[in-house]
């Protein structure tokens, strides 16, 4: 079973930068979508960053102009960095992969969740 591993999570002061990334366990046939979503305690999970195997990205409005996404096809891995962290950027973020089999088979894929946390 394809694996996703999330690493970079932790701790910042307002103001301040982390740097996520996500690697698969192994490589896809086609990966159409990286990204990257969250849930803070109480609410939904909500996308906040994707990007397209063609290279167009897209941003949820709450971080657009903060945060950066961006893939490594030939790694299998998509990375999301973080500045001008806000308290409301806490939570449990999950990276994604949406793909595709030479059979046509869409698979949506999800990395375990790694937590951010911002306070001062």
Known sequence: QVQ???SGGGAAQ???SL????TASESFFRILTMGWSRQAPGKQREMV???SDSGRE???ESVKGRFTISRDNAKNTVSLQMDNLKPEDTAVYYC???TMSRENEIQNHWGQ???VTVSS
């Open 113 to 115: 969740g790694t937590q």
């Open 96 to 98: 994604k992969f949406k």
């Open 14 to 16: 307002p103001g301040g």
């Open 4 to 6: 996703l591993m999330e």
């Open 49 to 51: 960053a994707q990007v």
């Open 58 to 60: 897209s941003y949820d």
């Open 19 to 22: 740097r996520l990334s996500c």
